[in-house]
């Protein structure tokens, strides 16, 4: 399994980006794909995720601002970035879960200058 991950850059305060990740080979169909976040010298936190199965989930930090979508028939989600804030800066990681397996993504550094 490979996850290939796109999008990520700076930008300003206010702005919008779009990331995208697609996930490559054979894996049980009942799954989630997610993007996480770390911010420097933080954890590493879930920003949003959506099952296989069409469920949607954010973190409260980003809810009304950030929207993932999920193409099934690809495998592959995209995370839309509106109203970005300076505290939303940090490293972005595609994660996919299958049963007890977690597959990451290389991360993708997104900056939002104030």
């Given amino acids: ?7 990520g ?3 300003q305060a206010g702005g919008s ?4 990740c697609a996930a490559h080979g054979t894996f049980f169909r009942i799954n989630t794909l997610s993007w996480y976040r770390q911010a420097p010298g933080k954890q590493r ?17 980003v809810k009304g601002r950030f929207t993932l ?21 940090g490293v972005y990681f595609c994660n996919l879960r299958v049963t007890r397996n977690s597959y990451w993504g ?3 550094l ?5």
Avoid at 1 to 7: D, E, H, I, T
Avoid at 45 to 61: I, M, N
């Fill in 69 to 89: 979508s999920r193409d099934k028939g690809k495998n592959t989600v995209y995370l839309q970035m509106d109203s970005l804030k300076p505290e939303d800066t």
């Fill in 17 to 20: 980006l779009r990331l995208s």
């Fill in 9 to 11: 850059g700076l930008v």
């Fill in 1 to 7: 399994v490979q996850l290939q991950a796109s999008g």
């Fill in 45 to 61: 936190e879930l920003v949003a995720a959506a099952t296989s199965g069409g469920t949607t989930d954010y973190a409260d930090s």
């Fill in 110 to 114: 997104v900056t939002v200058s104030s």
């Fill in 106 to 108: 290389q991360g993708t």
